[in-house]
C-alpha cells in the first residue's frame, strides 16, 4: 500500500496532450498522480503538401530579410519535407544568409542542428515578444517567412504587413481536433463534477478543443467554474494560458515552457490548494483529491463517500445534518423520482447518504472518525476549538 509520501499521491490530473503525452503521464505518475488521458487534439501533416511546396518555393526564389521559426518540431519537418523534393539544399543556402529568430530553445536548437545560426531568440519564449522585437525595426519593403505551429497567426502576420513587410507563411503542420472525443467528453465532466483536481495544457490548440467539446454539451460556463475554484488548470506557458486568462480562470505555469517544469509547478501547487489536514481521535487525517492519508497510509474514497468527508471537514467537530449531506452527493447518486432542490437539483434521499456514510467508514478502516449524532446528522469526531476557522474555510 502506499504511503501517501509522493506529493502527488490521492489526486486525479487530466492530460489533454497527444504529442509526448506518455512522458507526461509518466512524470505525474512516477509523483503519485492518477491520470486521466483526454487527447484534445492530434498533430496531423498536411493533406496537400502543395501551399508547402508553394511557400518553399517563394523563400528559395528571392532573398530573404527575416525567418521566424517558433518550433522545432516544425522546422525540422519543414526540411526533411523539402529535401524529399530535392529542395532541401537550396532552402539550407537561402537560410544561411537570412537573420534567423527563434522563439524558444527548441526551436534553437533545430536551427543549430542543421548547420545554422540564429541571431535572436525572447527569454520569453513568446511569439508576442518576437513581434515586438521585429516592430523596432523599419520593415518596409522586407520579406519575412514564419513557420506557423498548428494554426494561423493572423495578430503576428497581421502587424508584420501592417508594418510594411511582405510575409510567407510556412504552414508545415496543423492541429486537428481528435476523431473521439469521448475521454474528453468525460474529463470535463469529471471537472464539473469534482473528480479530477486538475488538468493539463501543453498548447493553445488543445484548450479551445477542451472548451468547444464542453460548450457543445451546454456545459462550458460550468467548466470555466470549476476551472476558477476546485480544478487546477496546468498551463506550459502564457500562450497555452490565455484564451484561460481571458475568461478569468487563474493558472498555473512553470518558469520555462516545458513538460518536466510543468510538473514540478503542479507539484507545487496542487497539494497547497486540494490538501487538508485535520486531527481525528488522534490521528492524523489529511483529504486530497480522491484518496485521504490517515497516519500516513493512502486510502482511496470513493466520490459519494468523498463528498460527504469533505463537507464534513469544512466544519469539523460540528454536526452536518442529513438534509445538507444530500445536496453534495454527486449527481449520478440521485434517486429516480427524488424531489427537486431549491437550486434546481436533484435531492438524494437520506438513504443515500446513510449508505456513503457506510461507505466512508468503511474507506477509512478506522471506528470513531465520523460520529452519528441522534437526529440531527454526523461529525467529524474533533473539537472544534482547536481547528483554524480560517482553514476550514479553505478545505474541500
Not at 508576442?128 to 494561423?152: F, N, P, S, W
Not at 492541429?175 to 486538475?198: F, H, M
Not at 492524523?284 to 470513493?302: F, M, T
Request: neutral net charge; charged residues 25%.
Amino acid at each position: 500500500m502506499s504511503t501517501g509520501n509522493e506529493p502527488l499521491a490521492g489526486f486525479a490530473v487530466g492530460v489533454t496532450a497527444d504529442r509526448r503525452h506518455e512522458e507526461l503521464a509518466a512524470l505525474l505518475e512516477r509523483r503519485g498522480a492518477r491520470v486521466v488521458h483526454a487527447p484534445a487534439i492530434r498533430l496531423i501533416p498536411l493533406s496537400d503538401d502543395a501551399d508547402l511546396l508553394h511557400a518553399t518555393g517563394v523563400c528559395i526564389e528571392r532573398p530573404l530579410d527575416h525567418v521566424v521559426v517558433t518550433t522545432g518540431i516544425g522546422f525540422r519537418a519543414w526540411l526533411e519535407t523539402a529535401d524529399g523534393w530535392g529542395l532541401r539544399d537550396a532552402l539550407i543556402e537561402r537560410l544561411s544568409q537570412v537573420d534567423m529568430l527563434a522563439r524558444g530553445p527548441k526551436a534553437r536548437g533545430a536551427i543549430r542542428s542543421a548547420g545554422l545560426q540564429e541571431v535572436w531568440s525572447p527569454e520569453s519564449e513568446s511569439c508576442a515578444e518576437v513581434l515586438k522585437h521585429l516592430l523596432e525595426k523599419d520593415l518596409t519593403g522586407t520579406r519575412i517567412a514564419v513557420q506557423l505551429y498548428g494554426e494561423q497567426l493572423p495578430e503576428f502576420t497581421g502587424a508584420l504587413r501592417a508594418a510594411g513587410a511582405e510575409v510567407i507563411e510556412i504552414p508545415v503542420y496543423r492541429w486537428s481536433r481528435t476523431e473521439d472525443s469521448t475521454p474528453l467528453r468525460r474529463l470535463v465532466g469529471q471537472a464539473v463534477a469534482g473528480t479530477v483536481d486538475a488538468i493539463t495544457f501543453t498548447s493553445s490548440p488543445a484548450v479551445a478543443a477542451t472548451l468547444a467539446v464542453a460548450a457543445e454539451d451546454g456545459l462550458e460556463e460550468a467548466l470555466l467554474e470549476a476551472l476558477r475554484t476546485h480544478v487546477v488548470a496546468a498551463c506550459v506557458g502564457p500562450v497555452t494560458a490565455q484564451r484561460l486568462t481571458e475568461k478569468g480562470v487563474p493558472t498555473v505555469q512553470p518558469e520555462r515552457a516545458r513538460i518536466g517544469a510543468l510538473v514540478r509547478a503542479l507539484v507545487s501547487d496542487l497539494p497547497q490548494r486540494r490538501a487538508r489536514r485535520i486531527e481525528v481521535r488522534g490521528f492524523s487525517l489529511e483529504l486530497r483529491g480522491h484518496a485521504v492519508v490517515l497516519d500516513g497510509q493512502l486510502k482511496p474514497i470513493a466520490p459519494a463517500p468523498m463528498a460527504i468527508l469533505r463537507a464534513l471537514a469544512r466544519r469539523p467537530g460540528h454536526v452536518v445534518s442529513r438534509a445538507e449531506l444530500c445536496g453534495v452527493l454527486p449527481s449520478r447518486l440521485m434517486v429516480g423520482g427524488a424531489p427537486w432542490g431549491r437550486e434546481g437539483r436533484p435531492q438524494a434521499d437520506e438513504h443515500a447518504v446513510e449508505m456513503a456514510v457506510a461507505r466512508l467508514r468503511r474507506g477509512l478502516g478506522r471506528s470513531g472518525i465520523v460520529e452519528t449524532v441522534v437526529k440531527r446528522g454526523y461529525r467529524l469526531a474533533c473539537d472544534p476549538r482547536l481547528i483554524d476557522p480560517v482553514r476550514a474555510e479553505m478545505s474541500g
